[in-house]
Structure formats: structure tokens, C-alpha cells
């Protein structure tokens, strides 16, 4: 149902979105093996790639002024990338899909559950394929044994928060798109930038100073500031700093595509 509640009002953050999520759950249940595959190929071949080929040839990076193997350095980025692509993709295209071309949150509505229900459930499940990936991911590293560390399990909540708030970015996108190719430019202005600007793939040291400090607040970049530190077995540096950077973007982005997305169903 849709409610007489103010575009920003404050969300109703009911139990509604349970039924919600359960029916995505049974849904995706007939295609979750392929589904799933597909999701760990890409970022598996990343690191295969370039952990073990340009690792080969790179040998060690200098992380906190000592020096640790690129694979482990790799590993510690392409996992929060992971997690940004994962949750991204669901949040934008299947939620648009059943938003707007199969308008399955339209049938939805017509039972007691309201808009902020479907996008509460929409947020949760697309941040529940994100960890489901992760996951997986971080299963084939603890199996081809790039890490050990019990910080991991850690680690492992921060990339759970990432989710969310990567997500919510892209549900303020879905809820101004009127087709597919709208996207692009979530990953043009948003995506790709953070993937190079973020200390995936090599220190962030090596940018030059101004595309340095910017990347400071990128919400990928304090995931892996966080995440890649554990995978060598330590605590992150200013740690508090990082999960506020993330916490801060969740609660924007979230109050931000909620209020969107209420605008878009009222016109």
C-alpha cells in the first residue's frame, strides 16, 4: 500500500520487509547454483590474473611500510570490489526489473505492505547476495590459503556493512532510471573511478596527491582500509575513521533512494 507518508519522512522500518525478502529468497532459489558461479567467476579471475600473473612479475608491494605479497595485497582489494559489484548489480538491475519492467513491488503493494517495506526488503536482499558472494569468495582464498588469519571473521562483518551501503548507493540510481542504459552512468561516474582511485589493485600512494586526498572518502576505499590490513593478520589504522566514512554513506544513500524512490512512485 502506498501511504500518506512525506517523501523524506523518516522510514517505516517495520518487520513488512520480511515477506518481501522471503519471496526473492524463492525466487532466486531455481537459479541460485548459476547465479552464484557467476558472481565468484569474475573476481576469481581477477586474482588469479593479476595475483598470481602480474604477481609474479610485481613479487611484493609495500603496505604500512613493510613489504607483503601481491597476491595477499590483491586479495585483501578484489574482495570489497567484490562486494561493491555484487551488491550493485543486484540493486540495479533485478531491483529494476522488479520495480519497473515486471512491476512485481506494484503487486506487492496491493497487500497490506507498504513502498518503504519493498525497499527496506530490496536493500537486505541485495546486501544478502552481496555476502553470499563474499562468502564464497573468501572460502576459494581460505582453500588456495592466501590468508589464515581468524581476523578474517572480522573482516567478514565489515564486508557485510560495505554491502548495505553500496546497496543503498545504487537504489538512489534505480530510483531515477526510466531504462537500463540509465546505469551507465552509475558505473562511468561512480563505479569504475572507485575501483582504480580506491587501492584495489596498488597503493594509493602512487596517486598523485589530490586524487589521493579525494579518495580518502571513498566509501570502497575505507572498506579496504579496513578489510586488506586483516587479511595480513592486523588491525586496520583508524579504524573508527573508516566505519564512519561508512556508516555516514549508508545512512545518506539510504534516506536519499528512499526518498527518491517515494517521489518516483507518487508522479
Known sequence: MRGARGVWSPPDLSLGWWPVFLRNLLVWRRLAIPQLLANIAEPLMWLL??????????????????????????????????????????????????????????????????LDSVFVAEVMWASYKAAFTVTAILLVMLALGISHSPKLAVAWLVLLLASVAFSCIALVFNALARNYDFFAYYFTLLLTPMMFLSG???????????????????????????????????????????????????GAAFWLALGLTRRRFRS
Open 49 to 114: 590474473a593479476f595475483g598470481y600473473g602480474m604477481g609474479a612479475l610485481v613479487g611484493q608491494v609495500r603496505f604500512e611500510g613493510q613489504p607483503v605479497p601481491y597476491l595477499v595485497f590483491l586479495a585483501g582489494g578484489s574482495i570489497c570490489m567484490s562486494a561493491m559489484n555484487a551488491a550493485s548489480f543486484e540493486a540495479l538491475y533485478s531491483a529494476f526489473s522488479r520495480m519497473h519492467v515486471q512491476r512485481t513491488w506494484d503487486g506487492i503493494m496491493n497487500a497490506p505492505v507498504s
Open 200 to 250: 584495489v589493485f596498488f597503493p594509493r600512494e602512487q596517486l598523485p596527491a589530490p586524487l589521493r586526498i579525494a579518495s580518502d572518502w571513498l566509501p570502497l576505499t575505507s572498506a579496504v582500509e579496513l578489510v586488506r590490513p586483516m587479511f595480513l593478520d592486523q588491525w586496520p589504522q583508524a579504524p573508527l575513521r573508516h566505519l564512519l566514512v561508512l556508516l555516514v554513506t549508508l
